[in-house]
């Protein structure tokens, strides 16, 4: 069980109800729903949740981007925004209470669940990397900056105590000796003697800074590496009378960033395992579903459960690609759809030799919120395609069954928008029958997630069907 506290803010009761049974299905602890902003902040600060799913608009004053903005700001807990509407107005606005995330209502649990997992996971990381950065700032100040003075010759004038501990170098038995001879520097990788920076900035009168992996010999010929930067000191008239050298010892801050590293690589392995684990867990319902079908005569029903299961492989296939990805982020989309489109023709008994599939998708990557709608729909289509465009002793314009032709092209424009079309050469779409209002769930998921998308859907259908979406990437 997660035990994590999320408060939900949403003005509609019913939807809130839903969604605070759902949330205790799945683990997480409701300590109240709030239907109103003002109430919501009064209950942050109450019970201090882990996370507050908030939906967008509110009744009386207080939408709910300015109770997010409030809650962000005061108590620095995550916001994930409810909206039935995503016009670019209100997600601009939005950005300004710094979500983690958006889900558009309607949403499915498993949505809900991923979402708020990455959200919780997204809010963990920054904490711990503000307070490893915290840490590190406040052990750079305790430990202070080394200050070394110089005259024009480049003699050293001057020593502070954390210059005397990083050298090795007492301030009086280095009084009076060439810079280059107590702050002696080399090149971490090649090993040879770095340039004196006195040297140049005297003559240059700049301000300037070492070279990376610059390390500086101590007395005792021990190393540290170093970080500085070299100024002229100059008199009332502008005069050049000598060189400061700051520098710290920054061996304490290589060890921080490779521990952040470490950290951010663990948290990459977790993301990756939330990936494998949800695919596996779409597999297992797979299955399950396989197993009852093995149970069922009705032929209606077997292909009822035969379509779930390929909408639940589609989705599991955006998972598994992610896990597999070396960038967790986004999913090369052409490869997903040769597996996806792979299935769905082992699905139906279909040989490729059969129906001839072509698949034009070059370079397009998308992310988990793009990706799945994406892949429902060519499932979708697909599968239309397969199970109506084809039938057995039908031909057309003297094309036979054994002639037909799948074509999947995606494709981004100039305008950032992207163009998917899934095609076919089959008898063609019925005349009668309107795609927009239809009791096929196909071709209703398929609308309902162009639109999720802010897309458009248009359908040609002579010669073969073909279907053309546009949605801004």
Known sequence: MSGKKILVVEDDRIIAESIKSALNNMGYEVPSVVFVGEKAVKEVEKYNPDLVLMDIVLEREMDGIEAASHIRSQFNIPVIF?????????????????PFGYIIKPFEERELH?????????????????????WLSTTLKSIGD????????????FMNPIAEKVTGWKQEEASGKPLKKV????????????????????????????????????????????????????????NIIGVVLIF???????????????????????LKEIHHRVKNNMQIVY?????????????????????????????ALIHEKLYQSKDLAKIEFGDYIRKLTTGLFHSYGIDTESIRLKICVVNVYLNIYTAIPCGLIINELVSNSLKHAFPDGTEKKG????????????????????????????????????????????????????????????????????????FDL
């Open 146 to 157: 080394a200050v070394i003075a110089t005259d024009t010759k480049g003699n050293v004038t």
């Open 82 to 98: 409810l909206t039935a509407h995503s016009d670019k107005k209100m997600l601009e606005r939005a950005k300004i209470a710094e």
């Open 399 to 470: 094309r036979s069954r054994e002639e037909g032709r799948i074509h999947i092209s995606m494709s981004p424009d100039s305008n950032n928008k992207l163009k998917l079309i899934v095609s076919d050469n089959g008898i063609g779409f019925p005349k009668d029958l309107d795609f927009r209002n239809t009791e096929s769930l196909g071709l209703q998921v398929v609308n309902t997630l162009v639109e999720q998308l802010e897309g458009s859907i248009k359908l040609r259908r002579y010669p073969g069907t073909s279907f053309k979406i546009e």
């Open 248 to 270: 710290r010892d920054i061996t304490e801050r290589r060890k921080a960033e490779a521990q952040i590293r470490t950290s951010l690589e663990e948290k990459e392995v977790l």
């Open 287 to 315: 299955s399950l579903l396989n197993i009852q079908a093995g149970n069922i005569k009705n032929k209606n029903v077997l292909n009822m459960l035969k379509e779930t299961q390929n909408r639940i492989r589609s989705m």
């Open 114 to 134: 991923s979402v708020i997992e990455i959200a919780l996971y997204k809010h963990g990381m920054e904490k711990e990397l503000k307070e490893i950065k915290e």
């Open 183 to 238: 702050f002696n520097i080399i090149h971490e990788e090649t090993g040879k003697v770095a340039e004196d920076p006195s040297a140049r900035v005297i003559q240059e009168g700049k301000i300037f800074g070492l070279a990376n992996q610059t390390v500086l010999i101590a007395k005792d010929r021990t190393k540290h590496p170093i970080d500085d930067s070299c100024a002229p000191i100059k008199d009332e008239r502008g």
